[in-house]
């Protein structure tokens, strides 16, 4: 996103820093702060330009923690039980892909591994990276990279995604295994709520809280 340059030349002692762009007809505004809840609109189109975030923001660590256990736990304990090599035995979610793979399900394998195990955990891990560092009041390095990688993997760890790599994966392992109601179900089911919160939060939002400004 680059500042329309004649908004800025045109606003005398306007902080650039703090300038934000519509994202949908481009109009720039100087950034407001918003009490708690509030949400700033495009004047010109009335399209969301930023929220309020300060409580979101401050929840963010405990959520991705939240997710981490929750995340670890439903991968730990056995979600399924299926035929493995003739015989029958429960399996992780991790087992259950190796499983598919080896059933030539290989695109569901790919698609169930990438929603449920892979850009989850990427998605937690940058922010845990970049939460931690920020709590410390350090600028993380590579924060500039690691926020676009979040909007990058964003489409990927999107909860509709995620939740249709677990719908798939149940109806595809129906037919060849049985659900455990376990540990490993309720622990997923309730990620599935903590990551719908935690993607409810804008990452590039994460500038607004760095210790010193945007790098210039
Ligand atoms: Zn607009």
Redesign the pocket.
């Known amino acids: 996103m680059t500042p329309n340059r004649d908004v800025a030349a045109s606003a005398p002692g306007a902080d650039r820093q703090h300038l934000v762009a519509?994202e949908?007809?481009d109009?720039v505004y100087q950034r407001a702060d918003l009490a708690t809840g509030e949400q700033a609109l495009?004047r010109?189109?009335g399209?969301s330009l930023y929220r309020e975030s300060r409580r979101a923001y401050q929840q963010l660590l405990p959520l991705v923690a939240t997710a981490l256990i929750l995340f670890l736990l439903s991968n730990v304990f056995p979600i399924v039980e299926m035929e493995l090599k003739g015989i029958r035995a429960k399996t992780t979610l991790w087992g259950a892909v190796q499983a598919l793979y080896a059933d030539h399900m290989v695109l569901v394998a790919l698609l169930v591994f990438a929603t449920t195990i892979l850009f989850p955990l990427a998605e937690m891990m940058m922010m845990l990276y970049l939460l931690v560092q920020m709590g410390r009041r350090r600028v993380p390095t590579g924060f500039a990279r690691i926020v676009r990688g979040i909007q990058l993997t964003r489409p990927w760890g999107m909860i509709e995604v995620y939740l249709l790599g677990v719908v798939v994966t149940l109806v595809k392992l129906s037919s060849v295994a049985d659900i455990l109601a376990g540990p490993a179900l309720w622990s997923f089911s309730a990620l599935v709520v903590v990551l719908a919160t935690m993607l409810s939060f804008d990452p590039r939002d994460l500038w607004q809280y760095l210790a010193k400004g945007p790098p210039r």
């Open positions: 519509c949908y007809c109009a495009c010109r189109c399209g």
